[in-house]
């Protein structure tokens, strides 16, 4: 046989050995560079007994070279299925020491401690370790609440800090810088006003503020001179031995002062400039747990306390901070007895009452409401503000978590939802806190601590849930709503689950539901209550999903329904009429507040559930004008059935939701995870059973079938004896059991929750900018000058169209506010301040400094830079 060969075509590449590899490993693939080789073959054959010569064409691959090259395959992800929280179990103990606690971080006995630490050394050792990191926020502050009962106490002691003008003068008292500086090692910045000084509304507010902050400038002569006056119009007396005294017997200040952080020096300090003004000072150190009772459960007229060190966090990133006079300064705060022994000046209850109601028609008129209400609210002085700080919350690094930029882990509305070991589904998680269960839980009255609230928050949810970063809602378990305005009125939209609109006339339709009747146990409509057609400001639509009762269960596994909503729209109302057997003095003020602007509600459709609301009060952004009707109360969720139990123990005067009440009627507060009420709440529980009960029957009953009522009595009968509370919500965490003694809690994961866990994945690092500021040291009076304010965002510059204003302050050489203005950008992370003659002109010889104040879209937090220059003629 001949043969003869031809190449034919070219080399080609081919990848082979390619094997199934797990994502992100490292896997061997060759490439093989081969040849087409083309042969032309001869043969013999015979074709009809004659023997044939034929040439056939053979084609084969040849390989040539071959070369190994590890690369990494990335395998498509498997798609998540696993619903609600990441992590199977949470343990949440007691740790006051944050020292403690970084160094049980470090060897992994607990993976977060949700805590706001202030603390520079704790933080330094937390980023020297490999094996820790951090959350960064801004939204806790130190304050000191004043007793305002008196001037004398029952006992006849003396309370100096019923006199506003006493309170007043605390403001001279206090070095604030020295408070940042000294105690907390720079790791706060002094505050004055009820106002986050890292917020939005501080930034447009600045010159107002800093106008307020250099005449409360610390300044203990003049503290002295007035309080000195006072005490004197009071009646009492300076001693020889440079004390004071009232009816023969010192005036002793009792200071009630934390222990767990910083406030304890802080009491120590205040304590030292008290004495030196005269008083004596009882030094009361108290735990949480210890204080709680004293000053915002116990009766301030008992006088065990004249000033306690107190201390707040903002759970999520501001929008307006307007309500923050009306909650801090006046009885619409809380129902507790301090804040209901808070008497105001009428024009400042107004005012704070306005804010609160945003009753306003422009940006300008809100912004002389808020001059006005925060220099009278210095001369109130109910609190004083200490310090903002700039905390720290230490967490393994090793565990991934939504942290809030104000409220960090313990204050965010996504911490649940986004807790998880890094990489991994399922396992469990160890949260240490300074202090838990530290008042009693109830929906309705019960503790207000943030450790408490951030673990109650994580059994149940929001109808919205605010942006960590922005703090505009974003929906979660409603689908989507209209706003509709008033024309003219200051409201912008910025996401698009909601829409806007505005109308040059809003009326309340005479169905709306605008009161109750707490005898009928009724509504009253629009049409019954008022004689001429009412118009508001604003009106929401808000719209449920369509699968809401079939996919929403409560943890007990009983069906959430619209009888849960309509429940929580009663008890809007009912706890605050007199005619109700759950009257409770304590929420008259706060009701109050809200029917001056409130003015009525609709139910659309049952199924699905929309329902409509029409209110004066507005919000500046339409997704924060939302009145969902969800039945998130104050302090937790609530079903319609297991409210009933604590309903008619608190009607039967066997127990009270809020501790103001209960001190009255001399009962326990109602605690619906542990303590002896549970055993009251298991005798209603039995009772209600049996009467197949339903609360506010003759509205409510309209929204429940007899199969309901048996059904969720069961079930919760049920979940008494398994669990051993009657704690209930609908989020991804249940109550498994709460140990108040041991000071331990256990959630477990609600394997019925209907949402994915990835779904509030989202939210990664803030775009916090960086600001610095160069320009001239030396500026001539009458002259000009410019000054560059650089912004930047790790390396990159802030685009101008992410800025929304960079402000400027000068504070002259007297330290008084000389100039206000706003810098001009140039181009992306570049702004100009150009100081013209008029401005200098103004300017006195001798040191200056320039403030800027740069506002973000992209965060709700200001970023700032100062810098000092001399001017000279």
């Not at 004249?306 to 923050?324: C, M, Q």
């Not at 905390?391 to 393994?396: E, F, K, M, N, V």
């Not at 013209?836 to 200056?848: C, F, H, P, R, Y």
Request: charged letters at 20%.
């Amino acid at each position: 046989m001949l043969k003869k060969s031809l190449t034919i075509m070219a080399i080609m590449a081919l990848l082979v050995a390619v094997l199934a590899a797990c994502a992100g490993e490292p896997t061997v693939v060759t490439t093989v560079e081969t040849q087409i080789v083309t042969e032309v073959q001869t043969r013999v054959v015979e074709v009809g007994g004659e023997t044939v010569v034929e040439e056939v064409v053979v084609t084969r691959v040849v390989e040539i070279a071959s070369t190994p090259e590890v690369i990494v395959v990335e395998a498509t992800p498997e798609p998540v299925t696993r619903t609600g929280a990441w992590v199977d179990t949470v343990v949440v103990i007691e740790e006051a020491s944050a020292d403690a606690a970084v160094n049980r971080l470090a060897v992994g006995d607990i993976d977060i401690y949700a805590f706001q630490v202030t603390n520079p050394a704790v933080r330094d050792n937390v980023l020297a370790s490999s094996e820790l990191a951090l959350e960064r926020s801004f939204g806790s502050y130190s304050e000191l609440s004043f007793n305002p009962v008196g001037p004398e106490f029952p006992d006849g002691n003396l309370n100096p800090f019923a006199v506003p003008a006493v309170r007043e003068a605390m403001n001279w008292l206090v070095d604030r810088q020295y408070i940042a500086e000294e105690i907390h090692g720079g790791m706060a910045v002094p505050r004055w006003l009820p106002f986050n000084g890292a917020s939005n509304d501080y930034a447009s507010i600045a010159d107002i503020a800093r106008a307020l902050e250099l005449k409360y400038g610390y300044n203990k002569e003049l503290a002295q001179e007035v309080i000195s006056a006072e005490m004197e119009a009071l009646g009492a007396t300076l001693g020889s031995d440079g004390k004071w005294q009232y009816n023969g017997a010192p005036v002793v200040i009792t200071l009630l002062i934390r222990t767990e952080d910083e406030r304890r020096d802080i009491g120590d300090y205040l304590g030292n400039q008290l004495e030196d003004i005269g008083f004596t000072v009882v030094r009361d150190y108290k735990t949480a747990a210890e204080a709680s009772p004293i000053w915002i459960n116990g009766d301030p007229a008992a006088g065990l306390f004249h000033i306690y060190t107190g201390g707040w966090i903002t759970t999520a990133v501001p929008r307006d901070l307007g309500g923050n006079f009306a909650f801090f300064y006046t009885d619409q705060g809380l129902a507790s007895p301090l804040w209901q022994a808070y008497e105001n000046d009428p024009e400042f209850y107004d005012l704070a009452t306005r804010l609160d109601n945003n009753d306003f028609t422009t940006l300008e008129e809100r912004r002389e409401l808020i001059a006005r209400a925060a220099e009278l609210a210095m001369q109130d002085s109910m609190r004083i503000w200490l310090i903002d700080r700039a905390s720290i919350t230490p967490r393994r690094a090793d565990i991934s978590v939504a942290a809030d930029l104000y409220g960090s882990v313990a204050g965010s509305t996504l911490w649940p939802y986004t807790l998880r070991q890094v990489g991994e589904i399922g396992g469990s998680v160890t949260i240490a806190m300074p202090s838990i269960l530290t008042n009693p839980w109830n929906p309705l009255g019960g503790s207000n601590w943030i450790y408490d609230a951030m673990l109650y928050r994580g059994t149940g949810e929001f109808a919205v849930n605010p942006d960590p970063f922005t703090g505009l809602n974003w929906p979660n378990r409603i689908e989507r709503a209209e706003v509709v305005v008033k024309e003219g009125l200051p409201v912008g939209k910025t996401l698009d689950w909601v829409s806007l609109e505005f109308a040059s006339e809003i009326a309340v339709p005479g169905d709306a539901w605008v009161d109750w009747d707490a005898t009928e146990q009724r509504f009253i409509t629009a049409a019954e209550a008022y004689t001429q057609t009412v118009t508001v400001n604003s009106k929401n639509i808000v719209y449920y999903p369509a699968d809401l009762y079939d996919t929403v269960k409560w943890h007990d596994g009983s069906a959430f329904s619209a009888a849960d909503v309509v429940m929580a729209i009663i008890l809007q109302f009912d706890r605050a009429k007199e005619d109700s057997p759950n009257f409770d003095s304590g929420v008259v003020a706060g009701f109050n507040a809200f029917m001056s602007a409130f003015r009525g509600v609709r139910i659309l459709s049952v199924d699905p559930l929309i329902l409509e609301t029409y209110t004066n009060n507005y919000q500046l952004d339409a997704e924060q004008n939302i009145n969902a009707w969800w039945p998130q109360y104050g302090f937790g969720s609530g079903a319609w059935h297991n409210l009933a139990l604590g309903l008619r123990a608190d009607a039967e005067g066997l127990a009270a939701f809020t501790s103001g009440k209960a001190n009255t009627n001399e009962v326990e507060q109602i605690s619906y995870i542990s303590g002896p009420t549970l055993t009251i709440l298991k005798e209603q529980l039995d009772a209600s059973a049996a009467e197949s009960y339903i609360p506010y029957a003759a509205t409510l009953g309209e929204y429940i079938s007899d199969s309901e009522v048996a059904e969720r009595y069961s079930n919760l009968a049920e979940w008494y004896r398994r669990r051993g509370h009657f704690w209930l919500g609908t989020g991804v965490f249940y109550l498994e059991r709460a140990f108040p003694v041991e000071g331990t809690v256990i959630l477990q994961r609600n394997t019925a929750y209907p949402d994915l866990a990835t779904r509030w994945d989202r939210f990664s690092a803030p775009a916090i900018s960086e600001v610095d500021l160069d320009g001239e040291g030396r500026v001539t009076i009458g002259g000009t000058a410019t000054y560059e304010v650089y912004v930047t965002y790790q390396g990159e510059d802030y685009a101008v169209d992410d800025i929304a204003e960079v402000k400027y302050l000068i504070i002259d050489a007297n330290g008084e506010l000389a100039h206000v203005g706003t810098a001009d950008a140039v181009s992306d992370g570049l702004w100009e301040i150009n100081l013209d003659a008029e401005i200098t002109g103004k300017l006195v010889a001798g040191s200056n400094r320039l403030e800027v104040i740069v506002v973000s879209k992209r965060v709700a937090l200001p970023s700032n830079a100062s810098l000092q220059f001399v001017t000279a003629p």
